[in-house]
């Protein structure tokens, strides 16, 4: 068994189990909590692990499924050893994406080591990787935040740190205002291009925040125990065969939340700033409710602790699709949940912590905007992208919404794309349409083609929604287009593929089902054929669309802000622990 090798990128490719994975990783995060919750707290009371859950989480599952992958290869499996650090190397790392701003940190191999117990005095906590990464930086271009002392009063204050969080809660907010209710959006972005755009409506105020807020980093005290615990002692956890050191993963947690990350991962540092800041904003502007479209992440919870804090209501409105590991804490902290779906009930009442949550099926606001996009205007922008450079146009076109996975993930997803177009019966083109997050030298080398296939990348400020209506097809792993495109009657290719989760779409027959480029080929061909448009129920199940999202909700804000609940309609859904007799509003009911 000595002479058994086996290099780490082929020890990390072996399969493991998704199910048995996540389960370890939920055990971990539980004695964790148990363990090290208490350490430290934001001045106004928010638990460390509360608030940095997701990116700890995240780590904890790169250990885990390195660990799982190391009891997978036989030689070990067989004969079981320590694991030993490399030296001088570093405990985390990141690893490659194809995002702007998202870091996808882990913990390497000699952290691994360290956290099943070998010593590592030599090793640094963060790689050379990692640490050559530069922290976000202050732009000194943005106009300067104002004082939130001088924010005006308002109904609702909502909070924002993407593009896709903005295009959730403006129809929203535009909706408040044309009913006289101001409100106040504040934009966390540190990348420049997710910024909010500046609101139409007069009475919607937006105020950025201080971008040198979430640009600190450094150590908090109480985050690191002085001394290791004995080797023996209870505080440990099993991931499968191994011995997982809970003080030493506490080690690698706070190395992790010292890292300055940007909005999307704060250091812990930031969160106490960015918490007295959210802080003095409500004192001025005094809302009745807080509303967000992310409450799970280190800004989103902290935001709706705050709010509880100061006694306003707190409403989360789903920003993306919910399938099993679609996200990575599945916990949903406001009052109400707002779900697109009738399948997203079952999830948000699972996921529900609020003792009192109610959860309102009322669709995605950001989808309200579907009814008005010009299919023959896409398609001449489409026509035009794929006739620059070559001067061909493709008989048919397909849009490939795409997610900000690593180059190896989508150089895997567009060969099975590419070579499907390739055998489809018609001459197709392929038009990529980046997320939003997603930098576009990430697919320079798919532009690179030979010749044979007619490719094109759709311009980032025009996105996948300004494509997907004039498209004949849509190819998607797990991105929201797809329901788009569903809402819309495109049909959806959808990319099950080995490690991969998908929308479920094809589950509910409101997709194709392709695993391979012969299954995308059959499923192009037979779009020629006549087929069954989507119904109103199939499409209800997945997103309740009647182009009037943004108004429901605006309804549903007042209505819980108003003490006698006048106007209420009977159809909604109690989570786990809320109150019988609780207001209710209107919204689609579980058939």
């Given at each position: 068994?000595?002479?058994?090798?086996?290099?780490?990128?082929?020890?990390?490719?072996?399969?493991?189990?998704?199910?048995?994975?996540?389960?370890?990783?939920?055990?971990?995060?539980?004695?964790?909590?148990?363990?090290?919750?208490?350490?430290?707290?934001?001045?106004?009371?928010?638990?460390?692990?509360?608030?940095?859950?997701?990116p700890v989480r995240r780590l904890i599952s790169q250990l885990v499924r390195k660990l799982m992958a190391l009891s997978?290869?036989?030689?070990?499996?067989?004969?079981?050893?320590?694991?030993?650090?490399?030296?001088?190397?570093?405990?985390?790392?990141?690893?490659?994406?194809?995002?702007?701003?998202?870091?996808?940190?882990?913990?390497?191999?000699?952290?691994?080591?360290?956290?099943?117990?070998?010593?590592?005095?030599?090793?640094?906590?963060?790689?050379?990787?990692?640490?050559?990464?530069?922290?976000?930086?202050?732009?000194?271009?943005?106009?300067?935040?104002p004082v939130p002392s001088t924010l005006p009063r308002a109904a609702v204050v909502a909070l924002s740190w993407s593009s896709r969080h903005a295009q959730?809660?403006?129809?929203?907010?535009?909706?408040?205002?044309?009913?006289?209710?101001?409100?106040?959006?504040?934009?966390l972005a540190t990348d420049p291009a997710e910024r909010c755009p500046k609101p139409v409506a007069d009475a919607v105020s937006l105020c950025r925040a201080p971008a040198e807020i979430l640009a600190v980093s450094g150590t908090v005290p109480g985050m690191r125990l002085e001394a290791e615990e004995p080797a023996g002692?209870?505080?440990?956890?099993?991931?499968?065969?191994?011995t997982v050191r809970l003080d030493s993963l506490e080690r690698l947690a706070a190395a992790l939340v010292e890292e300055s990350g940007g909005c999307t991962q704060p250091s812990w540092r930031a969160v106490v700033h960015t918490e007295a800041w959210l802080d003095e904003v409500l004192c001025a502007v005094r809302p009745h409710t807080v509303l967000v479209s992310n409450d799970t992440s280190p800004l989103g919870a902290l935001a709706v602790h705050t709010a509880e804090r100061h006694g306003a209501n707190t409403v989360h409105v789903q920003h993306g699709a919910w399938m099993p590991g679609s996200v990575a804490w599945p916990?949903?902290?406001?009052?109400?949940?707002?779900?697109m779906g009738e399948r997203d009930v079952a999830p948000a009442r699972a996921w529900a912590r609020h003792t009192e949550a109610e959860i309102h099926v009322l669709g995605q606001p950001r989808f309200d905007v579907l009814a008005g996009l010009g299919p023959e205007t896409q398609r001449r922008y489409?026509?035009?992208?794929?006739?620059?450079?070559?001067?061909?146009?493709?008989?048919r076109i397909a849009v490939w919404a795409c997610q900000p996975f690593g180059p190896d993930r989508l150089r895997a997803q567009a060969d099975i794309i590419l070579d499907g177009l390739r055998k489809a019966q018609s001459c197709w083109g392929l038009v990529i349409a980046p997320h939003p997050t997603q930098g576009i030298h990430a697919f320079d080398p798919l532009?690179?083609?030979?010749?044979?296939?007619?490719?094109?990348?759709?311009?980032?400020?025009?996105?996948?929604?300004?494509?997907?209506?004039?498209?004949?097809?849509?190819?998607?792993?797990?991105?929201?287009?797809?329901?788009?495109?569903?809402?819309?009657?495109?049909?959806?290719?959808?990319?099950?593929?080995?490690?991969?989760?998908t929308l479920g779409l094809a589950d509910q027959?409101?997709?194709?089902?392709?695993?391979?480029?012969?299954?995308?080929?059959?499923?192009?061909?037979?779009?020629?054929?006549?087929?069954?448009?989507?119904?109103?129920?199939?499409?209800?199940?997945?997103?309740?669309?009647?182009?009037?999202?943004?108004?429901?909700?605006?309804?549903?804000?007042?209505?819980?802000?108003?003490?006698?609940?006048?106007?209420?309609?009977?159809?909604?859904?109690?989570?786990?622990?809320?109150?019988s007799g609780m207001p209710r509003d209107e919204g689609a009911p579980v058939r």
């Open positions: 068994m000595r002479s058994a090798q086996i290099t780490t990128l082929q020890l990390e490719a072996l399969p493991v189990d998704r199910g048995e994975t996540g389960q370890h990783v939920e055990n971990v995060m539980t004695a964790l909590e148990k363990y090290s919750s208490h350490r430290a707290a934001t001045p106004r009371g928010a638990p460390w692990l509360y608030v940095q859950h997701v997978a290869w036989d030689a070990f499996a067989q004969a079981p050893g320590p694991v030993t650090p490399a030296p001088y190397e570093g405990l985390l790392g990141v690893r490659d994406s194809s995002s702007r701003e998202y870091r996808p940190y882990t913990v390497t191999w000699s952290g691994a080591a360290f956290a099943l117990g070998a010593p590592a005095p030599h090793n640094p906590a963060r790689s050379a990787r990692l640490r050559r990464l530069a922290a976000p930086q202050v732009d000194a271009c943005a106009e300067p935040s959730t809660l403006m129809p929203v907010l535009e909706e408040l205002a044309r009913d006289g209710h101001p409100s106040v959006l504040i934009d002692s209870d505080s440990s956890v099993q991931v499968g065969r191994h916990a949903i902290h406001s009052r109400h949940i707002v779900v489409l026509q035009k992208l794929l006739a620059t450079g070559t001067g061909q146009q493709p008989d532009l690179q083609q030979d010749g044979r296939q007619l490719v094109a990348v759709a311009d980032p400020q025009v996105g996948a929604r300004g494509c997907l209506a004039g498209a004949d097809a849509v190819a998607s792993v797990f991105s929201t287009c797809g329901i788009e495109a569903v809402l819309l009657d495109v049909p959806v290719l959808e990319l099950d593929l080995p490690g991969e989760r027959s409101l997709a194709h089902r392709c695993g391979s480029a012969a299954d995308i080929a059959s499923a192009l061909n037979a779009l020629s054929k006549p087929h069954l448009r989507v119904t109103p129920d199939a499409r209800d199940a997945v997103c309740h669309w009647r182009g009037n999202s943004a108004f429901d909700i605006a309804q549903l804000i007042v209505a819980r802000s108003r003490a006698d609940h006048a106007h209420i309609d009977p159809n909604h859904h109690d989570a786990p622990g809320a109150v």
